[in-house]
């Protein structure tokens, strides 16, 4: 009996080593949490800024027929503001990775982690560059779900080298996209269901299942 419990705790040590070797396991819930409050700090001060209410439709539009000083400020602000949204996001996910790694005695950079940021960044450079396309043509409206279609997309093709959780969480990422560009004039509300609350909810998620 105890020869037999010996080679299951064998396997199930083999198992966890080989899990450790091909995923990264390194991402946190806290991470996930402080990231959609960003979000939807960023997208209320879009609201606060443009002057409209929330469920005010055509928020892309607030800029025309404005002077070009005008104009030029509104869509500066948006830039910098979901600009700041972006770099603190990308700075707490960092941080608590390494963190997590550190607690763990699990390697904070290796091939795994690699190939993890080289297939999210695939579909993430894409989808900025096609943001900027849309710009440059003037469909701003289509921004907000363009975004948020890519970036599930990136939670996809990185999610074979992670926990599944990121899987599910791209998957309903790309179908708020899709239902935000039917409702392309509540976009800005789109974006901070799908950056913010689904954020907060996966990483409330993943912190009871994983980390706690």
Known sequence: MEKKQDQLNELREIRNLMERSSRFLSLSGIAGIIVGMFAITGVAAAYLFLGIGLIEPRYYQFAVGQTLAKESAVYSFLFADFMVVLVLSLFTAIF????????????????????????????????????????????????????????????????????????????????????????????????????????????????FKHER
Not at 101 to 117: C, E, F, M, Y
């Open 96 to 207: 608590f990775a390494v963190r997590n790694a550190k607690k763990r005695g699990l390697a904070v950079w290796d091939a795994t982690a690699s190939r993890l940021l080289i297939n999210m960044l695939i579909p993430l450079a894409a989808g900025g560059v096609y943001g900027l396309i849309l710009w440059h043509h003037g469909y701003v409206a289509l921004m907000a779900p363009a975004t948020l279609i890519f970036y599930g997309l990136a939670l996809i093709n990185a999610s074979k080298y992670t926990i599944n959780d990121i899987r599910y969480l791209g998957i309903i990422e790309v179908a708020v996209g899709l239902v935000a560009s039917i409702f392309m004039e509540y976009g800005l509300l789109f974006w901070a269901f799908g950056f913010g609350v689904l954020h907060l909810f996966y990483g409330m998620k993943i912190y």
